[in-house]
C-alpha cells in the first residue's frame, strides 16, 4: 500500500484548499498560511463497519500496536505503514465514572465522567498527539525536533526522544512560567533546553523561526500529525461508553489542539456512519487567556464553512499588542493569548453545536480539589473542564439528566506548587502563589494539624478530627 496515495495533507481554508503529500513537513499552507489537515481518502482505505472492531484488539496485549490506546485506532489515523509507528504505550487510560464529583457539578448521579490522561507515560494527554508526531517526523527521517511549551509537550517529546533515541530534542520554554514537575521532565530525559526571556507566545513565535531556519522538525500542534494522535482520546472515551456517544464533552482551552482534534473525530465518525450522532463540544477558558471567549462568545465569530468573518481577530490580537496583555492564570497548561489552532477550533464548534465559557483562577483550583477528593489527581488547568461544567449546568446549559465528559489533561504531580499553596493554610505562601492570581480563600482546604512532638497530644489531635 503507497500510503502517501491514501493520506495526504489539506488546508482548511475552502477558497485555497491546496493539498501536500504526507511525507512533507509544513506548520502552515505554503500558499495561503492557513493551518493544514491530515486527509484520507477513506474509500479506498479498509475501514472496519463497527466500532466494536477495535475493541476486540484490546485482547492481543503483547502486540505493541494494540497495547497502545492510540494505535489500537491506526485505521482511524492511517497516515503511515505499521512498521514505522513510534510507540511507548501512551493512551492506557481512563473513563471514570465521578458520582463523588457528580453532586459538585449539579449533575444526576452516573452522569459525570473524567477522562483522565493524567495515566499517559508522561503524565498529560500530549504522548497521544506525540506518538503520531513522532511516527511522522520517523517516516520522513527527521534527526532533531523541536516545541514551545508551557511544559507539558515538551515534557512528552523529551521523553519520546529518550525512550527511542530516535531524535533529539530541542525545547522552548518562557521564563518562570513552567510548573517545575514539567521542567524537572525535559532536564531529566535529557532535552536541549532553551529558555527565552519572554512568555510562551513569544517562545511559540521563535521556535517557528528557528525551526525553519535550521529545518527541525515541529511538534507543537500547528503540526496537524499530532492532533491526529488527540483524536483518539475521545475513541477511548467512546470505547468506555460501550460507543454511546455521550452529550457533552468539555475540555480546558490552551492552544486549542484538544477541542480541534475532537471535532474532527467525530466529524469523521460521523460521516463514516461509524456513529450516528454528535456530542456537544464545551472549550473552557482561564478568564486570564480568554481569547477564545472573547471572539466566539463575545465577538460572535463564527466558522461557517470556513467563510466566517474573522475581522474581530485580528482586532482582538491588535487591542492585545497595543495594550500590552498577558496571559496570567495559574492553569499554566492554558496560559495562552495567541493559540494557534484558533481556527480549526472554531470549526470544531461549528461541528459540534459548541460553546465557549471562561472560569476564574478561583473556581478552578476548587473545582481541582473536589476532583482530588473524589480520588484522581489533576493540574489546575485540566480542573477548568470540571470548573466549566459546574457553569454550564449553573446556567441550565447542561441539563443535570445530560451524560457529561470532561477531559482532565494532566496529572497531579505535575505543578504541586499550586496544590500546597492552596491546601497549606500557610497565609504567607497562600498569598505568594495564589492571591496575586486573586484567588481569594481555599473553599475545599484539607490542612496539615500541627501538633508537639508528644505520644498524648497526637492521639488527642487525631481523635478530635476524625
Ligand atoms: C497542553 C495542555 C492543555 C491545553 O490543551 P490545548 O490542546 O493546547 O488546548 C490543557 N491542559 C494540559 C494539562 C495541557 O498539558
Ligand atoms: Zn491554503
Not at 492557513?34 to 463497519?49: A, S
Request: proline fraction near 4%; include cysteine.
Amino acid at each position: 500500500m503507497l500510503q502517501s496515495e491514501l493520506a495526504f495533507q489539506k488546508c482548511i481554508a475552502p477558497d485555497c484548499g491546496a493539498t501536500f503529500d504526507v511525507q512533507e513537513m509544513h506548520v502552515a499552507c505554503p500558499r495561503c498560511h492557513d493551518l493544514l489537515d491530515v486527509q484520507y481518502d477513506w474509500n479506498r482505505l479498509p475501514v472496519p463497519d463497527r466500532l466494536e472492531y477495535f475493541e476486540r484488539k484490546w485482547s492481543r496485549r503483547h502486540d505493541p500496536l494494540c497495547h497502545s490506546g492510540v494505535w489500537r485506532f491506526h485505521e482511524l489515523l492511517p497516515f503511515a505503514p505499521a512498521e514505522q509507528i513510534v510507540t511507548v504505550g501512551e493512551g492506557q487510560t481512563l473513563l471514570q465514572q465521578a458520582d463523588g464529583i457528580a453532586p459538585y457539578v449539579g449533575v444526576q448521579p452516573g452522569r459525570l465522567h473524567l477522562q483522565y490522561e493524567g495515566l499517559n507515560p508522561s503524565g498529560s494527554f500530549k504522548d497521544n498527539g506525540m506518538s503520531a508526531a513522532f511516527t511522522h517526523a520517523r517516516s520522513i527521517g527527521a534527526k532533531r525536533a523541536a516545541c514551545a511549551s508551557t511544559g507539558n509537550t515538551s515534557a512528552s517529546l523529551a521523553m519520546y526522544c529518550a525512550v527511542t533515541r530516535l531524535m533529539k530534542a530541542v525545547i522552548f520554554i518562557g521564563s518562570g512560567k513552567i510548573a517545575y514537575g514539567k521542567l524537572s521532565q525535559a532536564l531529566e530525559y535529557g532535552a536541549l533546553t532553551v529558555q527565552i526571556a519572554g512568555d510562551f507566545d513569544d517562545a511559540m513565535v521563535r521556535v517557528q523561526q528557528v525551526a525553519r531556519d535550521l529545518g527541525i522538525y515541529l511538534v507543537n500542534s500547528v503540526n496537524p500529525f499530532r492532533l491526529e494522535g488527540q483524536k483518539t482520546i475521545m475513541y477511548r472515551v467512546l470505547e468506555s461508553l460501550r460507543w454511546q456517544v455521550p452529550d457533552w464533552i468539555v475540555v480546558p482551552g490552551g492552544n486549542l489542539g484538544n477541542s480541534s482534534a475532537f471535532g474532527k473525530a467525530f466529524s469523521e465518525l460521523h460521516c463514516l456512519g461509524l456513529i450516528d450522532r454528535l456530542p456537544r463540544l464545551a472549550v473552557i477558558n482561564a478568564c486570564g487567556a480568554d481569547t477564545l471567549y472573547q471572539l466566539h462568545q463575545v465577538r460572535g465569530v463564527r466558522w461557517r464553512n470556513g467563510h466566517g468573518d474573522m475581522s474581530g481577530v485580528a482586532e482582538h490580537y491588535e487591542r492585545l499588542t497595543r495594550e500590552h496583555k498577558k496571559a496570567s492564570t495559574i492553569a499554566s497548561a492554558i496560559e495562552i493569548n495567541r493559540p494557534v489552532n484558533l481556527r480549526k477550533c472554531l470549526r470544531a464548534l461549528d461541528t459540534c453545536d459548541g460553546v465557549v465559557r471562561q472560569v476564574s483562577d478561583q473556581d478552578i483550583l476548587d473545582a481541582k480539589a473536589q476532583v482530588g477528593a473524589g480520588g484522581i489527581g489533576c493540574e489546575p488547568a485540566s480542573a477548568a473542564s470540571v470548573a466549566g461544567a459546574r457553569l454550564l449546568v449553573r446556567e441550565g446549559v447542561i441539563d443535570p439528566e445530560q451524560r457529561v465528559v470532561c477531559v482532565l489533561t494532566g496529572h497531579q504531580l505535575k505543578d504541586p506548587t499550586a496544590t500546597v499553596a492552596y491546601h497549606s493554610g500557610d497565609p504567607q505562601k497562600f498569598n505568594e502563589v495564589l492571591g496575586s492570581r486573586g484567588v481569594q480563600h481555599a473553599s475545599f482546604a484539607n490542612r496539615a494539624i500541627a501538633v508537639p512532638n508528644e505520644l498524648d497530644q497526637i492521639i488527642q489531635a487525631i481523635e478530635s478530627h476524625s
